[in-house]
């Protein structure tokens, strides 16, 4: 087996929710006219059930898949081999509890995987990452590098015209790598262009100017200087230059004063998704696999109290396994509209819940850890005997003609597809973006499940609808501040 260090394979998420930055300008101009002049595309927008766990899960699960560590589906764990697991936000869900825990729970991977909660920064998945590429060569297992961001935003914000929700993760290990990694350098500096103390909820951004001059124009030019310096690399030798920065000509500022040709500078996916956070400089890396060919060098920097710089160098290994899950993630789009229905969902607002909503959701944490398989890697059964699937698993047999006593193995139905058998769409039920929709869906292979529905458009859902499982929230326990997660079934090609 090849034992070259690299970048085995990558995935990215977008949710399918964007959001118009017209609606946003034309809703608040009455108050901030100035927003006309950033009202140029989209932003992705997190439906009420994602959120930074969730959406690392998916970019995780497509990074896994594409991976040569990928198991079949049905098999207990997504992949073999993984030994770690990094994930890297500065808006996880939960500070005291491991959030990375949840999401090698999510993936079931083997309880004996190490795990980081990187945080504190928009350096966050380039540290991580750096740290992935560290423990490998010293002798560890292949990681699994996982970064994404759900930023709340004030209303009328420039922030909320600018920010958007994403996920990408890399799966970093020995073996054909796509991608070497040639170099890395990082330069600390406490330089602050924004920043969140622990008891807000939103982010406080300092003068643009001085962020672009003293900042990305004197701080990156830096890294990328000893970068070249150390690796022996040409600036004009890089073929894809990722510098995630949502302030305009900066990126080609940085790449002049470095020496980068114009022509290298990527499309930083600004007016298609937004700024996607710690979670942007892996996305854009994840864009450029798509178009790079064998040879092509990539450069990625990072900015945020100083700058992480990383060189890499395409592999042939590339074509035999190519990505596209960036296009094909903003491609999958559906319009979020009105604007109040985004204020509603993303809690911007308090909006009249009604009585239905007042029902105590405390989690018995007991019952959770005994059926944390079933619950959080959507385990259930295969009989030993006669081979029929079965979910949640028991100890007999569920086929009337075998009821076969304790021959249940492990069989994960995470990433088994299935179709939907009934439906239910229901404005009575609590939900925060009614109609809740469940149903019946029958998986391939056997094997059937009374699952909530998620990322539907009315007009498609019917008998027959094809379905792909998503780890999503479930529910919120608001009085004690705890999320519930679970599986959901959503259209296949959503």
């Keep these: 087996m090849d034992d070259t260090i690299g970048l085995l394979s990558i995935g990215a998420y977008i949710p399918r929710l964007r959001l118009s930055r017209q609606l946003i300008a034309d809703a608040n101009r009455w108050f901030n006219p100035a927003l006309r002049g ?169 003068e643009e100017r001085w962020i672009r001059d003293e900042g990305y124009l004197k701080i990156v030019p830096v890294a990328l200087e000893r970068l070249f310096a150390e690796t022996g690399v040409k600036p004009s030798e890089i073929t894809h230059f990722c510098l995630p920065c949502t302030l305009r000509r900066v990126p080609e500022g940085v790449a002049k004063r470095a020496g980068i040709s114009a022509s290298a500078v990527r499309d930083n996916l600004g007016e298609r998704c937004g700024d996607t956070g710690s979670a942007h400089p892996l996305l854009m890396l994840a864009h450029a696999l798509e178009d790079a060919k064998p040879g092509d060098r990539i450069v990625v920097a990072s900015f945020g109290e100083g700058c992480d710089a990383l060189l890499f160098e395409v592999t042939g290994a590339l074509a035999a396994r190519p990505f596209d899950g960036v296009s094909n993630a903003l491609a999958r789009r559906a319009e979020l509209a009105p604007y109040q229905r985004f204020l509603a969902v993303n809690e911007t607002v308090e909006v009249e819940r009604g009585m239905r909503a007042e029902v105590d959701k405390g989690t018995p944490l007991s019952v959770l850890y005994r059926n944390r398989e079933m619950v959080f890697g959507l385990v259930g059964g295969r009989c030993r005997q006669c081979g029929t699937h079965q979910f949640p698993s028991g100890r007999y047999c569920v086929n009337p003609e075998c009821n076969a006593l304790d021959s249940q193995d492990d069989y994960r139905f995470a990433d088994v597809p299935g179709t939907v058998n009934s439906y239910t769409a229901d404005s009575l039920t609590y939900c925060p973006d009614p109609p809740a929709y469940y149903g019946m869906v029958q998986f391939d292979g056997g094997g059937r499940l009374m699952a909530d529905f998620s990322d539907i458009d009315p007009e498609r859902l019917d008998v027959g609808l094809r379905m792909r499982m998503v780890f999503r929230i479930k529910d919120i326990d608001a009085q004690r501040g705890f999320v519930r997660y679970f599986w959901k079934a959503a259209p296949l090609d959503a």
């Design 38 to 206: 950033m009202a140029r595309g989209e932003r992705a927008v997190c439906s009420w059930d994602e959120d930074t766990v969730t959406m690392a899960v998916e970019a995780s699960r497509q990074a896994l898949a594409g991976s040569p560590l990928a198991n079949a589906p049905g098999a207990p764990g997504a992949a073999d081999g993984i030994g770690a697991l990094y994930l890297a936000s500065t808006t996880l869900p939960f500070d005291d509890r491991q959030n990375s825990g949840m999401v090698v729970a999510a993936l079931n991977l083997p309880t004996a995987t190490r795990t980081m909660d990187t945080t504190g920064s928009a350096r966050a998945a380039t540290s991580a990452l750096r740290a992935a590429f560290d423990s490998v060569a010293a002798g560890g297992p292949a990681a699994l590098v996982a970064s994404a961001e759900h930023r709340r935003t004030r209303a009328a914000s420039a922030q909320e015209m600018l920010y958007g929700d994403g996920a990408a993760a890399a799966v970093v290990g020995r073996g054909e790598p796509i991608a070497l990694l040639v170099g890395a350098v990082t330069e600390t500096l406490d330089f602050v262009p924004q920043f969140r103390a622990s008891d807000r909820e939103h982010d406080y951004a300092w």
